[in-house]
């Protein structure tokens, strides 16, 4: 597996990854909001910013993407059939890039709610809403920068 920076003839890959993901992962979003966020996903896919990274496998087909906005994490999302597969090797490639992390999680994702607590994110703050004012609620969570001198010892 490798890890790249996104080109833009990758966005229609990441919008595909985008909604298999989050139609496998979201159960909690209506199909109807799937449907509505698309075009803002595809606008944020073709965006400067945030900076996006793709996983790839052996053979170069994209397996999952991470937008990085300094040092929080936009979003991280692997094809429903790498689920489970890269999602770790890409946080600790932001966690090389930036040290400390943040990331929002929607509350009701208990599998990616795990997956950060597993990788070492603590919750520090909750929303009632998601970014866009839907009734999404959202836990915001932090890595903290490894501790490099304990390392060196």
Known sequence: MEIRRAIPTDREVLLDIWLRSVRATHTFVSEEDIRSMT??????????????????????????FMGMSGSKMESLFLAPEFHRRGGRRLVLHSQALHGELTVDVNEQNSAARGFYQACGFAVE???ELDDQGRPYPLLHMRLAAPNVEADSS
């Open 39 to 64: 075009p803002q996903v595809r606008d944020y896919l073709a965006s400067s910013e945030p900076e996006f990274w793709v996983l790839c496998d052996d053979s170069g087909a994209i397996m999952g």
């Open 125 to 127: 703050g909750r929303s």
